[in-house]
Structures are given as structure tokens and as C-alpha cells.
């Protein structure tokens, strides 16, 4: 018998990495296609290319079904619209402007979508991750309340940020809507924000407190803070705490803007139970006033989804009326969860180019 899912459109993807690709294909939220790994060749743009074409050619051979699209991340700075690549830090190959869209979608004749992976993780919670599972608690629980926004970030190499708002994705005029990397840190005004909350920061801070000029990766401080590797437990704790700390401060201004739940996923999300505490923290710190005030950082009380999801979800409905009308249900506390991502960053970001590449070309058709 036939699911739902086989009359789905198939759309090849890749997990675009300055050392691997990993091929595959999606029709709705499973894979339809045994990933592969293929070296990129970042430093060689004729390898590179021809590696995407082999790739994808060999994903379209196992497919029960034409595939309908390309659709994947590739790491910024880029035109994604257009498709086109901009001198990449990791991929010396595309130097300058690159159009890898339109040559890929002239060799396969179908159409391409090439997006920031942090956006596509964000789209990904939000079409099928996080979003839904506490919508659909708080139905379960009979509250009124929904949510329809989210904010994804991504700790791994750097700060990534993507922003899904009534099931938009906000990609912004000049493809950097979201971009939080940017913005100005806590302790280093003047420095990055992505220079305090990324892999480089960890090593950096635990460096700094013990003079360890190992080259440690983040999985050998973590595990340093587990005590299962021979090092400083205490400084291991204290370098993803002030992770953590400069995360809540960037992700603190973000949600004041976008007004919704926050998912984070990325290779150094696995640490949370040592940088959750202080970015929590952080998100919940109080402002001051001159006239002597205090109030929070965020206006929406705000939760940890991970420890406190079902007072999150609780129904507070209240029914107010005035002189004897029938009166309306409605919750009173403003809130917002913070959570780690539970399909994972990889699946998010798989699930977020298949629905992306759908939405694209539902537009193009209504055009």
C-alpha cells in the first residue's frame, strides 16, 4: 500500500562541507535515498563542480521517481536568490561570483534553491520540528495559546540564525535577514558577536583560564567538563558557560524583534547541559532605568523547554467579560521557550531545503 508520502514531490539535497558532501533526497519529511559522502574539493573549482554533478547524478539514479528539484545549503556569503556563490572562507574554489544555481539547474534541467543553513534549520523546526510538537502541546493541554514564529541558531563554526515568521522565512532583500553573527558582543562591544559564540571562542576561553595551547577540539573540553579527558573540569565548564552567556545576550535581542520560540541546534548544541544555565540566565537579566526601575531583558517570561515544558504548555486560559457579555477565553502570560532541537541540526536542515524547494516553486506557479 502506497503513504501519503509517495505522491510527494522528490527533491535531491546536500549537506554542503568544506571538507564533505553528503547526497541525498527527501519526498516530505524521509529520506528516499541512501546518503553518500563525497570529498568537496574546496580548493578546486573544476573538481568541486564536477563532484556536485556526479553527485547529484548519482542520487537521481536511485530515485523510484523524477526528482523535482535541487534544493540545499551552502555555506555564505552568497546571492541566494540568484543562486549565486561569493568568495567563501572555507571553499577557496568560489572566489568572486559563482553562479552554481543556474549551472547546476542548466545541467539537470530542474530548479535549484541554495539558502543559508541556518535558515534552513529555522524552516525545518518550524515546518516539522519544534514549532508543531508545542502547538501541539498546548492543544493536548486545551490552552489557547499558539505560537507561529521561531528563531533557529546554530553554535558550530560560527553563529548561525535563521527566522521563520507565519510560516515565512524571512530571508530579508539582501539574503541576510537574521544574520546575528554580526552584531556586537557583550564582553567585546567591539568585537563580532560569532567571535564569542562559536567553536573558536570555547577553545579560546578555556585556553585563556588554564594556558593550554593544545589544539583542542570542542567534544575534547566537553569532555574535560565530564571529567573523561585529562584536563581543567572547572575551566571546561566556565568556556561553554560563557558561551552561553554571549548566546543569551545575541539570541536576548533577537527574540525581542521576532517575538517567539527559540530552537538551537549546531555541533556545540550537544554541550547544553553546560552553556543552557547561562544563556537562560542571561535572556532573564534585568535592565535598569534612571529613574532607579528594573525591568527584564525580555518582555515574555521565558522558559526552558528542555526542564519546563509542561509548566510551559500548562492551560492558563482566564475568561474575562464586561457587563454581562458572553466573554472571551484567552491566556494571560506572555512567554517564549527556549530548546535544543530533537531531530537533530542535519535532519532539520534536510527537511527545511525539501520545504523550501515545495514553497518556492508553489510561488512560481501562483506567479
Not at 549537506?15 to 541525498?24: C, E, L
Not at 561569493?86 to 553562479?99: E, H
Not at 528563531?151 to 521563520?164: A, E, I, M, N, P
Not at 565530564?226 to 566556565?238: C, I, P, Q, T
Request: contains cysteine; hydrophobic residues 40%; negative net charge.
Amino acid at each position: 500500500m502506497n503513504s501519503n508520502n509517495d505522491f510527494l514531490p522528490i527533491v535531491m539535497t546536500l549537506d554542503a562541507g568544506g571538507t564533505n558532501f553528503v547526497f541525498s533526497a527527501m519526498q516530505g519529511v524521509r529520506e528516499v535515498a541512501s546518503p553518500f559522502t563525497l570529498p568537496s574539493h574546496a580548493d578546486n573549482l573544476h573538481e568541486c563542480l564536477r563532484t556536485l554533478v556526479s553527485g547529484f547524478e548519482r542520487v537521481r539514479e536511485s530515485l523510484p521517481a523524477p526528482a523535482a528539484a535541487i534544493s540545499f545549503a551552502f555555506p555564505g556569503p552568497a546571492d541566494y536568490r540568484q543562486g549565486i556563490i561569493c568568495n567563501l572562507p572555507n571553499f577557496p574554489a568560489f572566489s568572486g561570483a559563482t553562479p552554481l544555481g543556474p549551472y547546476l539547474q542548466e545541467w539537470f534541467g530542474i530548479p535549484v534553491y541554495i539558502a543559508n543553513d541556518g535558515n534552513l534549520f529555522a524552516y525545518g523546526e518550524a515546518c516539522a520540528g519544534l514549532l508543531p510538537e508545542v502547538n501541539r502541546r498546548l492543544e493536548e493541554t486545551g490552552s489557547p495559546k499558539r505560537f507561529h514564529n521561531l528563531l533557529g541558531f546554530t553554535l558550530g563554526t560560527g553563529f548561525g540564525c535563521g527566522v521563520v515568521t507565519d510560516g515565512r522565512l524571512l530571508t530579508g532583500d539582501n539574503d541576510v535577514g537574521g544574520d546575528v553573527w554580526c552584531l556586537p558582543g557583550k564582553r567585546y562591544p567591539d568585537m563580532l558577536l560569532e567571535e564569542s559564540v562559536s567553536i573558536r571562542a570555547v577553545k579560546r576561553v578555556y585556553s585563556r583560564l588554564t594556558g593550554d595551547t593544545t589544539e583542542l577540539t570542542p567534544k575534547d573540553i566537553f569532555d574535560i567538563a565530564e571529567g573523561n579527558r585529562l584536563g581543567d573540569a572547572e575551566a571546561a565548564r566556565h568556556a561553554f558557560a560563557e558561551m552561553g552567556e554571549m548566546a543569551g545576550y545575541g539570541i536576548a535581542t533577537a527574540v525581542t524583534l521576532i517575538d517567539g520560540l527559540v530552537v538551537i541546534g549546531g555541533g556545540i548544541s550537544r554541550s547544553h547541559k553546560y552553556f543552557m544555565p547561562a544563556l537562560l540566565g542571561e535572556m532573564r537579566r534585568c535592565l535598569g532605568t534612571f529613574a532607579g526601575s528594573s525591568h527584564p531583558r525580555v518582555q515574555s517570561e521565558v522558559f526552558s523547554l528542555d526542564t519546563d515544558m509542561e509548566d510551559f504548555v500548562r492551560n492558563r486560559a482566564q475568561k474575562v467579560s464586561l457587563s454581562g457579555s458572553a466573554g472571551t477565553v484567552y491566556d494571560p502570560l506572555k512567554r517564549i521557550g527556549v530548546g535544543i532541537t530533537r531531530q537533530g541540526t542535519s535532519r532539520s536542515i534536510s527537511i527545511g531545503a525539501y520545504m523550501w524547494a515545495i514553497d518556492q516553486m508553489a510561488r512560481v506557479g501562483k506567479a
